[in-house]
C-alpha cells in the first residue's frame, strides 16, 4: 500500500522561504499528476498547484510567482518550493498525487497526511 509523506514544513518568519517535499514510503515506478493542497484552521482545504506527467506546472493567483511545484528527475517525489512566505500562508500543506506503483498499473490517487508550516515573527 503506497503512503505519502510530505516533509519540510516548520516555522519560518514572514519573507522566508520553505521547500515541501512529499515522497512514498515504498518504492513507486512513477508519479503522473502531482498536486498540493493546503488547509488553514477553520477554512476549506485550498487547491494550490498542479504538475503534469509532461512537467507542465501551474500555480494559482493568489501564490503565483511566490510558490512553485516540481517533481525530481525521476518522478518519484513531489515538491512545492515557497518563497516570500505570509502569515496568511500558515496552514497545513497536503500533496495528492496520481501514481503508478507498479509500471505495468494504472495511476492511483493518493493523499498525504500533511505537514505544518507556520509563517510568524
Known amino acids: 500500500q503506497v503512503q505519502l509523506v510530505e516533509s519540510g514544513g516548520g516555522l519560518v518568519q514572514p519573507g522566508g522561504s520553505l521547500r515541501l517535499s512529499c515522497a512514498a514510503t515504498?518504492?513507486?515506478?512513477?508519479?503522473?499528476?502531482g498536486r498540493w493542497y493546503r488547509q488553514a484552521p477553520e477554512k476549506e482545504r485550498e487547491f494550490l498547484a498542479t504538475?503534469?506527467?509532461?512537467?507542465?506546472?501551474s500555480v494559482v493567483d493568489s501564490v503565483r510567482g511566490r510558490f512553485s511545484i516540481s517533481t525530481d528527475s525521476a518522478k518519484k517525489t513531489l515538491y512545492l518550493q515557497m518563497s516570500s512566505l505570509k502569515p496568511e500562508d500558515t496552514a497545513v500543506y497536503y500533496c495528492?498525487?496520481?501514481?503508478?506503483?507498479?509500471?505495468?498499473?494504472?495511476?492511483?490517487?493518493?493523499w498525504g497526511r500533511g505537514t505544518q508550516v507556520t509563517v510568524s515573527s
Open positions: 495528492n498525487n496520481d501514481i503508478i506503483a507498479d509500471p505495468k498499473g494504472k495511476p492511483t490517487n493518493y
Open positions: 515504498t518504492n513507486i515506478s512513477r508519479i503522473t499528476y
Open positions: 504538475i503534469t506527467p509532461e512537467g507542465h506546472a
